[in-house]
């Protein structure tokens, strides 16, 4: 029980927190170039700015975050960050 709470608060106590950033999404499709990603809310954005190199390799079911200043991060790939811009709401 000890050891479970250890590495719980380890893992909050190293997870890197982003202001302006929203939690609880995740990718539900995407495009095999990474240029369109629709998250679990329906919701679909255009990665920008050569993003695609990175977010073509992302999955399906990887969680990301989405930050105020137009800043996607996939906290599944090591918190790989592109530019998006929103195309339409869910």
């Not at 927190?17 to 990474?34: F, L, M, P, R």
């Not at 679909?44 to 800043?71: M, N």
């Amino acid at each position: 029980m000890i050891r479970k709470f250890l590495w719980i608060a380890a893992v909050f106590l190293v997870a890197p927190a982003y202001a302006g950033c929203e939690s609880g999404h995740w990718i539900q499709t995407k495009n095999d170039d990474g240029t369109l990603i629709t998250l679990e809310d329906g919701s679909v954005w255009r990665v920008i700015d050569g993003g695609q190199v990175d977010s073509k390799l992302w999955l399906e079911v990887d969680d990301v975050l989405l930050c105020d200043d137009g800043t996607m991060i996939n906290t599944s790939e090591q918190n790989e960050q592109v530019s998006v811009e929103l195309l339409s709401r869910g």
